[in-house]
């Protein structure tokens, strides 16, 4: 029953977390997309002091969007801000995290094979991660190696270097992949909450008292934003990633997280270049060859199963299928026994060979190509199980 409730609060915060960030990423995106597409005003316009001009058609409706270079000789009644889908989604992440990965620490965040971890101790670890990344960075951005952005940028990424290792030799892959993803978002956050609103509200003071902004704010949100705007396509993998076990639960799940971020900033970068009317689409296509050969390298090496001679058949059957009825139902079954797992998990129920056959392929993908599956192998499966049931799956697969 406890089960059952907090995967009512993991929905309501999952889906939230889903909204808020969309409307986060999607204004951010929705902002570099304008500023690309500004036009030069007509001269009674710039007379205004706008410096783009832009005309859109949406849901029924003509927009005259305006860009002002400084400020428009009045202030408008109502400015809009931009900061409470930034503040919402890492709050919405933040409760989602300790109702998954902190609450169900013993199923989700902590692998004994890994780390002999107590719940309390791989908290305490992943706040310190998280938090203490974020004092770092800041302390980083506003030393004296801030005033290099290509300092700034060499130092962070031995530090992801570094925070991916650690936190995969501490935590389950998804765990760590999460408490990376939760360090970027913070920092993302953080950057709104700490650099880019005080330095709108500097602008508009100095508007205010006529005076031209302090350029040191200027110079400080640009870093700041560069930062974000590199990070926002990396974090989007993290967020999915728990679905795909061939990255997470890989044994080299840190160097393939770090390859991701890198490939997934490359091509951000390729949008940063539009922004400045540089258009190098090669910069996609060798996005998509990093993937392609990431794919190859990482590719689940096959089992070397024995063939299996015709009158064997039945007897392969029927021992894969007491393997996984001894491993695998007591969480995917209409009946699961499993004191977290209480009902069958992704509706994959492996109750008699009917249902072992029409997930043969998931089967093999999460508990021969990956050993995902059993989940933390909490009901310790052994390779030579492994090596049965894949061998069962050429059976019926063939
Ligand atoms: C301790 C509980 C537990 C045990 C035991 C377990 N699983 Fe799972 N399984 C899960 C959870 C939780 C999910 C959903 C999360 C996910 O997809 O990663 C899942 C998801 C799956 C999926 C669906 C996702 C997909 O990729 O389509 C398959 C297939 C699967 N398990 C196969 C197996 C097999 C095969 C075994 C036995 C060898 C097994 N599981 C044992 C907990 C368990």
């Known amino acids: 029953m406890e089960s059952y409730i907090v995967d009512w609060f993991s929905l309501i915060f999952r889906w939230l977390h889903v909204i808020t960030g969309i409307a986060w990423i999607g204004a951010s995106f929705y902002f570099v997309w304008l500023d690309n597409n500004l036009q030069n005003p007509p001269q009674w316009k710039e007379d205004k002091g706008i410096k783009g001009d832009l005309w859109a058609i949406h849901g029924g409706g003509i927009y005259e969007v305006a860009k002002y270079k400084l400020s428009p000789e009045q202030m408008p009644e109502t400015l809009h801000w931009f900061k409470w889908e930034a503040y919402s989604t890492w709050l919405t992440g933040m409760v989602l995290l300790s109702i998954i990965y902190y609450l169900g620490a013993d199923s989700y965040l902590i692998d004994k094979q890994i780390a002999d971890l107590s719940q309390g101790q791989a908290i305490a670890i992943g706040l310190a991660f998280i ?20 300092v700034i940028a060499g130092i962070l990424i031995a530090a992801g270097v570094a925070t991916s290792y650690s936190l995969a030799h501490l935590f389950s892959g998804r765990g760590a992949y999460i408490h990376f993803g939760a360090i970027i978002g913070t920092m ?12 709108q509200r500097a602008l508009l003071a100095a508007i205010e008292k006529g005076e031209s902004p302090d350029p040191k704010w200027g110079a400080k949100a640009k870093l700041h934003s560069t930062h ?3 990070l926002t396509l990396p974090l989007i993998f993290i967020m999915i990633s728990s679905h795909y076990p061939m990255t997470y639960a890989h044994q080299f799940n840190w160097i393939i997280l770090l390859v991701i971020v890198a490939i997934t900033a490359l091509a951000r970068q390729y949008f940063v270049l539009q922004h400045k009317k540089i258009h190098k689409p090669s910069i996609l296509v060798a996005a998509a060859a990093a993937t392609l050969v990431l794919a190859i390298v990482i590719a689940p090496t096959p089992i070397k199963v024995a063939a299996v001679a015709k009158n064997q058949e039945q007897v392969i059957t029927e021992k894969a299928k007491a393997i996984i009825t001894e491993r695998c139902t007591s969480c995917h079954s209409a009946t699961a026994t499993d004191d977290i797992f209480v009902m069958a998990p992704g509706g994959v129920m492996l109750d008699n060979l009917e249902q072992m056959k029409m997930w043969a392929p998931r089967i093999k993908a999460r508990s021969i190509d990956s050993k995902d599956m059993p989940f933390m ?5 052994t390779d030579e199980e492994r090596a049965v049931v894949a061998q069962w799956i050429i059976i019926t697969t063939k």
Request: include cysteine; glycine fraction near 10%.
């Open 131 to 150: 938090t203490g990344s974020w004092v770092l960075y800041e302390l980083l951005c506003s030393s004296p190696l801030g005033k290099n952005g290509y």
């Open 188 to 199: 993302m956050a953080g950057n709104v909450f700490r650099v880019i609103m005080p330095s």
């Open 228 to 230: 974000n705007t590199y």
């Open 377 to 381: 192998n909490k009901t310790h499966m």
